[in-house]
């Protein structure tokens, strides 16, 4: 069983919101930060944004400030990604990982659980 079930993905037109969802299971996710990764085809994956294990600091990369907001509620075991005027170039498989290292200038490292991910598709 994947440690995360990422969902929210779909297809967006340019200027259009969605938000994902990242639930995770089998392990104690509130010690962890958590990062939103995207990989499109032919490209590296690359970090999105990433939340400390308390919620209170986060990390987004300069592609996605202004549109993107990262939340958690450890309650639910549940991290989330509010995307805000989408762009064709956020088309990408978006996933959770768990990270045991987190630094505000530079995000989540060091990831020992990994999700499988949801698709998101901006076109018109």
């Known amino acids: 069983q994947s440690p995360f079930v990422e969902s929210g993905g779909g297809l967006v037109q340019p200027g259009g919101s969605l938000r994902l969802s990242c639930v995770a299971s089998?392990?104690?996710?509130?010690?962890?930060?958590i990062g939103w990764f995207r990989q499109a085809p032919g490209k590296e994956r690359e970090g999105v944004s990433c939340?400390?294990?308390?919620?209170?600091?986060?990390n987004y990369a300069d592609s996605v400030k202004g549109r993107f907001t990262i939340s958690r509620d450890n309650a639910k075991n549940t991290v989330y990604l509010q995307m805000n005027n989408l762009k064709p170039d956020d088309t990408a498989v978006y996933l959770c990982?768990?990270?045991?290292?987190?630094?505000?200038?530079?995000?989540?490292?060091?990831?020992?659980?990994w999700g499988e991910g949801t698709l998101v598709n901006v076109s018109s």
């Open positions: 990982g768990a990270a045991s290292v987190f630094g505000v200038d530079w995000g989540c490292r060091g990831i020992d659980y």
């Open positions: 939340i400390s294990s308390s919620g209170r600091s986060t």
């Open positions: 089998g392990f104690s996710s509130d010690f962890y930060a």
